[in-house]
């Protein structure tokens, strides 16, 4: 097993929900209670904060999932049924809010996690109807995929998504890891028996984790996933883990109230 050696805390939340990474070294984290947003550095200075509870542009109601470029941060407001875009010092620039369309296809309500493709769209994990829709950076609607015409691909319970480094879709559904092309087709399936309940993909590092232990895999649509446990060494046992990446040769591990940061062993 890989091995990782603890190095420092960082950071100070009531209940993290998640955490990115921005090519820059950014760490921006969402907040449940708060339902703020913060950006530190790899020192774990907070620059800035944002949000606040409400349904007002640059509020939150539940903030779930964080996705960070090296310009822009979007966030999923679950209760708020949208998604809002900041800039790389969470000044509020956009939302997206499709719930009342009239188009079936382009709705998306709670949304639990965001990313974005290396061609520049958008794709938001649509929890209330076990689908994941994709938009231009303009906000104007691509398409939907694993949906109920999915087939043996259809999402039944899905948590959250990342996107690799080739533009194909890593979902997390209760029961498997759903892969999808970059023009939303099924194109593989690896079940993870329950075994974890959150994964992140980030500078092509695959994550995953449960609440007490974080594990890594290479990425492959042909040999699947192979979950790896990490040895995480020099602290107490982790519990209640939230989410966990790796930047930097460091695995950042998220909890509800710091982030672990471990450096790897040689």
């Known amino acids: 097993a890989q091995q990782y050696i603890f190095q420092s805390e960082i950071g100070e939340f009531s209940n993290a929900s998640s955490f990115y990474i921005s090519p820059a070294g950014y760490i921006y984290v969402t907040d449940f209670d708060s339902d703020e947003i913060y950006k530190l550095d790899t020192l774990g200075v907070l620059l800035k904060e944002a949000g606040g509870y409400g349904w007002n542009s640059g509020s939150f109601d539940d903030p779930t999932g964080v996705y960070a470029t090296t310009l822009n941060i979007y966030v999923c407001?679950?209760?708020?049924?949208?998604l809002q875009s900041f800039d790389k010092d969470l000044n509020f620039v956009s939302q997206l809010f499709t719930r009342e369309s009239?188009?079936?296809d382009e709705?998306?309500?709670y949304p639990l996690s965001c990313a974005v493709s290396r061609?520049?769209?958008?794709f938001i994990l649509d929890s209330e109807n076990n689908r994941v829709v994709e938009f231009d950076l303009f906000g104007n609607f691509i398409r939907n995929f694993g949906g109920y015409d999915a087939g043996r691909f259809q999402l039944s319970k899905p948590v959250t998504l990342s996107a690799a480094e080739n533009s194909t879709m890593f979902v997390l559904d209760n029961k498997n890891i759903v892969?999808?092309?970059n023009f939303g087709n099924g194109i593989a399936s690896f079940p993870h028996k329950g075994l974890i309940d959150d994964m992140n993909i980030v500078f092509g590092n695959?994550?995953?984790s449960?609440?007490?232990t974080v594990f890594i895999s290479t990425i492959s649509t042909n040999d699947g996933i192979k979950l790896e446990k990490v040895e995480l060494k020099g602290s107490e046992p982790l519990k209640n883990i939230v989410s966990a990446l790796v930047f930097n040769h460091k695995f950042y591990v998220l909890l509800a109230d710091r982030?672990?940061?471990f450096r790897k062993l040689n």
């Open 107 to 109: 709705i998306f309500g």
């Open 179 to 181: 892969i999808f092309d």
């Open 119 to 122: 061609q520049g769209d958008l």
């Open 102 to 104: 009239d188009n079936d």
């Open 77 to 82: 407001d679950k209760n708020n049924n949208r």
């Open 210 to 212: 449960n609440d007490t």
């Open 206 to 208: 695959f994550t995953a």
């Open 259 to 261: 982030i672990v940061i």
